[in-house]
């Protein structure tokens, strides 16, 4: 079975500019959640999405949207990018919701913004 | 403070233990996890264990679960160049199950 995929791995943008990364799940999850990594805030978590609606939002400003297709495929959108957008952005689909749905991770998209 | 601290960095000789400690704060988290996170790649699952228990082992991992304290740690037995990666421990408090994650500890093995 063919693990998360996110697309594309690497990515540089300007300050300003808009940005769409991508993530598919692993076949047959229907749970979404994005991830924001960098090194001086660590690991913080953006939205979950389930079923096409988004359960749960972390604390972010509203630059940072996301949306869930009727495959369980998801995009996440930055709008107005900054500097500090510069991470790595996880994406992990875990079968359902709850504590007990082992949440798999995808290799990530690295974005630069110059 | 942070809700799950941990040290930044260890280092150790390949073929001993290795000890990651992990504290966090909320006293009602439910799950507590570690992840392996290699050079390039998203996090995996190592083992989670629930708060009800004082210990996991699988293979050549054991958890240890101190609740008095809110001290989590994970030995790695027999360590190998092939664990040098960085290790976050996570927690899920009761009514959610977004996991809370620490810095991570970047594990160097050395020959």
């Known amino acids: 079975k063919a693990g998360v995929t996110q697309t594309p791995r690497y990515l540089i943008k300007t300050r300003g500019q808009q940005v769409t990364l991508s993530c598919s799940p692993i076949?047959?999850?229907?749970?979404v959640s994005w991830y924001q990594q960098t090194p001086g805030q660590g690991l913080q978590f953006l939205f979950e999405y389930f079923s096409e609606t988004q359960r749960n939002k972390g604390n972010f400003p509203g630059r940072f949207s996301g949306r869930q297709f009727s495959n369980s495929r998801s995009e996440m959108n930055v709008s107005t990018l900054e500097l500090g957008d510069s991470a790595l952005y996880l994406c992990?689909?875990?079968?359902?919701?709850?504590?007990?749905?082992?949440?798999?991770f995808g290799p990530g998209t690295r974005l630069t913004v110059l | 403070g942070e809700d799950v601290e941990q040290s930044l960095f260890l280092s150790v000789r390949e073929g001993d233990s290795s000890v990651i400690n992990c504290t966090y704060t909320d006293s009602s988290s439910t799950y507590l996890y570690w992840y392996k996170q290699e050079p390039g790649a998203g996090l995996q699952l190592l083992t989670y264990?629930?708060?009800?228990?004082d210990m996991k082992q699988d293979q050549r991992l054991t958890v240890l679960l101190n609740k008095k304290d809110k001290h989590l740690s994970l030995r790695i037995a027999d360590t190998q160049t092939g664990d040098s990666a960085i290790y976050f421990c996570a927690e899920s408090i009761k009514g959610s199950y977004i996991p809370t994650f620490g810095r991570g500890t970047s594990l160097i093995v050395h020959p």
């Open positions: 076949s047959g999850h229907r749970s």
């Open positions: 264990i629930f708060s009800n228990m």
């Open positions: 992990a689909s875990s079968p359902g919701v709850g504590a007990n749905n082992e949440q798999f």
